[in-house]
């Protein structure tokens, strides 16, 4: 029951369909029991759930203006049943509505405040890619998956060629751009199931789910052709050195897993740099064949 609520109160940890669905059966629920039960046990502080599911996780400002309208009308009808003068209604009326309001309101800015801090807790602020530690999770997921669910995937290491030599020459905010500019073509050349992330300073990585070594070497031979392309239309002299490794079998750690692909990134650069290596490990981590 803990780990519900605690689910429940996690924004991004409920999909909006879900929440607002979720939201709507509360409602109802305690709409028929505030009229099941005697009005002297008006159900309508339970009200305040289903008002903070949809302020949690509605992101859609229509969809929750919409939601509010509904909960609010049902905090409405538990007054309006009492037995009470009318006046004394319409004052009960407008505190309720108020005060849901502003719990609304409150639970609205802390939503944001959550979603803000955990972008930059798993997101690179110069590229938008996964940090280090979440591209690092992803992997060990995967793993974790193919132990269980056998398969195949690929896992490859981007990293600039003279880079240093470009911020040395040009200065640190054209090396800024072109770390975006890798992010950027990353993304444009990879599937929405693959994990992108920034492991270093100018060095990135690649996670592609059920990926064989075929595909593998042509979307690591594609990036770095298409990373190059980019920098020299920015006017970069700067390439890129694409390691890939298909995993057959699952590899020991995540560790052991970036250590092979570090080592064909590496190949990639003493074969002259701007160009790709990828290899198959299977059955055992130690046990590789360079294409």
Not at 121 to 129: E, K, S
Not at 187 to 206: K, M, P, S
Request: glycine share 6%; proline share 4%; hydrophobic share 50%.
């Amino acid at each position: 029951m803990r780990a519900v609520l605690l689910r429940l109160m996690t924004p991004g940890t409920v999909g909006e369909p879900w929440a607002l669905a979720l939201a709507i059966v509360a409602s109802a629920a305690i709409f028929i029991g505030n009229l099941a039960v005697p009005p002297v046990f008006s159900l309508r502080i339970l009200y305040l759930l289903p008002l903070a599911i949809l302020a949690i996780h509605v992101s859609r400002r229509a969809v929750l203006v919409s939601g509010n309208l509904v909960v609010l009308a049902g905090v409405v009808h538990s007054i309006a049943i009492l037995d009470i003068p009318e006046h004394y209604c319409l004052v009960q009326c407008v505190l309720a509505i108020a005060a849901f309001l502003m719990v609304s309101y409150i639970l609205r800015i802390g939503r944001q405040r959550f979603m803000a801090l955990r972008e930059v807790a798993t997101h690179d602020p110069l590229t938008g890619l996964n940090t280090r530690a979440i591209f690092r999770d992803a992997l060990e997921k995967e793993i974790f998956r193919q132990r269980r669910y056998h398969g195949t995937f690929s896992l490859a290491i981007i990293d600039l060629d003279y880079f240093k030599q470009l911020n040395d020459t040009r200065g640190h905010d054209d090396g800024d751009v072109a770390l975006q500019i890798v992010a950027r073509t990353m993304e444009q050349y990879t599937r929405a199931a693959d994990t992108l992330g920034r492991i270093g300073g100018d060095e990135f990585a690649l996670l592609m789910p059920s990926t064989n070594q075929e595909d593998c070497d042509r979307v690591c031979n594609l990036l770095a052709e298409r990373i190059a392309l980019a920098m020299r239309k920015a006017g970069y002299a700067v390439s890129a050195s694409v390691g890939g490794v298909t995993f057959e079998h699952a590899p020991v750690s995540s560790i052991e897993a970036m250590r092979a692909a570090d080592t064909a990134m590496y190949q990639a650069k003493a074969r002259g740099r701007g160009c790709s290596v990828t290899v198959c490990i299977a059955p055992l981590m130690r046990e590789s064949q360079p294409l």
